[in-house]
Nanobody, 115 residues
Framework: QVQLVETGGGEVRPGGSLRLSCEAS?????????MAWYRRAPGRQRELVAR???????DYDDNVRGRFTIARDNPNKIVYLEMNDLKPEDTGMYSC????????WGQGAQVTVSS
């Protein structure tokens, strides 16, 4: 059974940085998965923040491009989201997503950007 566990959320002031990690278990071919981070902000629908394919293709939401970086560690089955220059509008629940034959979601990690 595939499980995704996110860590690294928290509260930070505007301009600060956080790094989210998502560790996958229960899957043998992590290197063949597309991985992504989604965010659900208060009062909004869940939206794609960043995605990395099995080939290493990167895709970012326009509002985070240049500030956020997604990366993957295939041997350890981890995907990261490095977030810099955080803004209040980055606040939300960040969920890890894995796509292989089926779709899988983590429980989420709360990120709050507030002064």
């Amino acid at each position: 059974q595939v499980q995704l566990v996110e860590t690294g959320g928290g509260e930070v002031r505007p301009g600060g940085s956080l790094r989210l990690s998502c560790e996958a278990s229960g899957i043998s071919d992590f290197n063949r998965c597309t991985m992504a981070w989604y965010r659900r902000a208060p009062g909004r629908q869940r939206e794609l923040v960043a995605r990395i394919t099995l080939e290493g293709y990167l895709d970012y939401d326009d509002n985070v491009r240049g500030r956020f970086t997604i990366a993957r560690d295939n041997p350890n089955k981890i995907v990261y989201l490095e977030m810099n220059d955080l803004k209040p509008e980055d606040t939300g629940m960040y969920s890890c997503y894995l796509q292989r034959v089926a779709d899988y979601w983590g429980q989420g990690a709360q990120v709050t950007v507030s002064s």
